[in-house]
T-cell receptor, first 109, second 112 residues
Framework: KNEVEQSPQNLTAQEGEFITINCSYS?????LHWLQQHPGGGIVSLFMLSSGKKKHGRLIATINIQEKHSSLHITASHPRDSAVYICAVRSYNTDKLIFGTGTRLQVFP | NAGVTQTPKFQVLKTGQSMTLQCAQD?????MSWYRQDPGMGLRLIHY???????DQGEVPNGYNVSRSTTEDFPLRLLSAAPSQTSVYFC???????????FGQGTRLTVV
């Protein structure tokens, strides 16, 4: 079993829909990252959080340390949100990042 | 503001050839790292550096060498390419190991 599991693996949505991507992990962590990988391949950091909730524009990230779970929400989704979203956790023991395999999101007009 | 610049973007190598993937950052970041991304797997750490003159191995270092002679540059060398090294490679930098990472555009390497 992977230490970082994302669900769903693939997600399609109509423009305007509310999107939720989930990340569960099995190790103790000091921080969790959400990354966006564009169709062209580049990776951009969206959030880094260790507790609570962060918001940037239409994106919201939450984390529940006790349940070892994080969610990334996209409100009023748009075709330009189409990308692969990657969850990564920093292991408390090794200090290294462990990456999930990503969730591929396609938003259609 | 260039950020993290990786070259080349695409490369095809024959088995046994050597090459260097270049990575440069202009943000004066101390921490730099190389990852590989394979289908169905998360990014895996190859090598990393916490500052000029200091490098260390990550999760999958075999077949790769790195050096960090300056803060700006962190090249990744493939000594003798193998088909198993076919992958997409990403360089990343951050102020420290614990802060936001900035990624390069990636290098798609095919070894035939």
């Amino acid at each position: 079993k992977n230490e970082v599991e994302q669900s769903p693996q693939n997600l399609t949505a109509q423009e305007g829909e509310f999107i939720t991507i989930n990340c569960s992990y099995s190790v103790g962590i000091s921080a969790l990252h959400w990354l966006q990988q564009h169709p062209g391949g580049g990776i951009v950091s969206l959030f880094m959080l260790s507790s609570g909730k962060k918001k940037h524009g239409r994106l919201i990230a939450t984390i529940n340390i006790q349940e070892k779970h994080s969610s990334l929400h996209i409100t009023a989704s748009h075709p330009r949100d189409s990308a692969v979203y990657i969850c990564a956790v920093r292991s408390y023991n090794t200090d290294k990042l462990i990456f999930g395999t990503g969730t591929r999101l396609q938003v259609f007009p | 503001n260039a950020g993290v610049t990786q070259t080349p973007k695409f490369q095809v190598l024959k088995t046994g050839q050597s090459m260097t993937l270049q990575c440069a950052q202009d943000m004066n970041h101390e921490y730099m790292s190389w990852y590989r991304q394979d289908p169905g797997m998360g990014l895996r750490l190859i090598h990393y550096s916490v500052g000029a003159g200091i490098t260390d191995q990550g999760e999958v270092p075999n077949g790769y060498n790195v050096s960090r002679s300056t803060t700006e540059d962190f090249p990744l060398r493939l000594l003798s390419a193998a088909p198993s090294q076919t992958s997409v490679y990403f360089c990343a930098s951050s102020q420290t190991e614990y802060t936001e990472a900035f990624f390069g555009q990636g290098t798609r390497l095919t070894v035939v």
